[in-house]
């Protein structure tokens, strides 16, 4: 059984840096593709980056070049370190892993998601 653990986030300044990591107490995740999404007050929940189980690696436009996604040697775990944090960047980040994801954007293709951590960028 897949079960997500979020942890890192916090309160920053504009410009600032934050690491997320994503646990799976489970330990079943290592061949899954595993992502990261957002959610902040009012809006929908959107894609931030994806690591596929090949290694492959997506990013939203918005978080391309300052965000960097990664796993850990033991697969089961997953990080996002976040940079030159804005203001827009304040939601709700959601870890998200499944065995077969289609459209590592779309939220519907990922089954399992943990509770989330939240980050709060101060201008």
């Known amino acids: 059984q897949v079960h997500l653990v979020e942890s890192g986030g916090g309160l920053v300044q504009t410009g600032d840096s934050l690491r997320l990591s994503c646990a799976d107490s489970g330990r079943t995740s290592g061949r899954f593709d595993m992502a990261w999404f957002r959610q902040a007050p009012g809006k929908e929940r959107e894609f931030v980056a994806a690591i596929r189980s090949d290694g492959r690696i997506y990013y939203s436009d918005s978080v391309k070049g300052r965000f960097a996604i990664s796993r850990g040697n033991a697969r089961n775990t997953m990080y996002l370190q976040m940079g030159s944090l804005k203001p827009e960047d304040t939601a709700v980040y959601y870890c998200?892993?499944?065995?077969?994801?289609?459209?590592?954007?779309?939220?519907?293709?990922?089954?399992?998601w943990g509770q989330g951590t939240q980050v709060t960028v101060s201008s």
């Open positions: 998200a892993a499944d065995e077969r994801v289609y459209e590592y954007y779309a939220a519907k293709w990922y089954d399992f």
